[in-house]
């Protein structure tokens, strides 16, 4: 900063969204997704990333159930479950067990650029402390993330970079026995805090 005020050059902060898709090909890629998914733009999207490659501890396929039937039990909106590469049969699994309209699997793209378009499209993105995760936090998307207790792997260390406000973390107890087995997060807990942020984020009543 010394340098740039020295020789008179205008410091230039930066913020969010540290990526960025231009709003064209955001649009684009709606469409896109509406004709792949058969859903429509009418109601919000929300994208939950159950699997994290072997990444990250995560929840498990009952704790992501409870949480988005209490999601879909309060907003009209759809719910979109994406899957890499061999992660499709869990996405599936989680669709069955949900066994809801709404809800829908995106397991085929084109590539990471493609992907990130899709994530682009969100209006709200869940999943452990994963790639995706990080992803849509630089596309400044409203995120909830998952995460163990332990000092590595913990939030502050592993947050998204969107704005402070639009991110909000779960975590089991920190004891040692427990700090690495997300299955301890309660789900129940933990829509209370989720539902309001997501009409916060939304700016809707709940149905």
């Known amino acids: 900063m010394l340098f740039l005020s020295k020789h008179n050059i205008p410091i230039v902060e930066p913020h969010t969204p540290y990526l960025s898709v231009e709003q064209q090909t955001v649009q684009a890629q ?9 859903i ?20 498990s396929i009952e704790q992501y159930a409870e949480l988005i039937q209490g999601i879909l039990a309060e907003f009209d909106c759809y719910v979109v479950l994406t899957a890499g590469k061999g992660e499709s049969e869990k996405a599936q699994q989680l669709a069955q067990q949900i066994n809801h309209n709404n809800v829908v699997v995106y397991d085929k793209n084109e590539g990471l650029q493609d992907f990130t378009h899709s994530l682009a499209c969100a209006d709200l993105f869940i ?15 409203p995120t909830i993330g998952f995460y163990p207790s332990r000092l590595s792997a913990i939030p502050r260390r592993w947050k998204p970079i969107n704005d ?15 700090q ?20 916060r984020m939304w700016n809707t009543p709940s149905l």
């Open 127 to 141: 999943a452990g402390s994963t790639g995706p995760l990080h992803i849509s936090g630089a596309l400044n998307i």
């Open 40 to 59: 429509t733009t009418v109601k919000k999207w929300v994208f939950v990333h159950s699997s994290t490659g072997g990444s990250a501890n995560n929840l």
């Open 180 to 199: 690495m087995n997300l299955t301890l997060i309660s789900i129940s807990e933990a829509l209370k805090t989720i539902v309001p942020f997501i009409r």
């Open 30 to 38: 709606k469409a896109k997704l509406c004709e792949q998914l058969n």
């Open 164 to 178: 402070a406000n639009k991110h909000i973390a779960f975590c089991p107890p920190s004891d040692k026995a427990s």
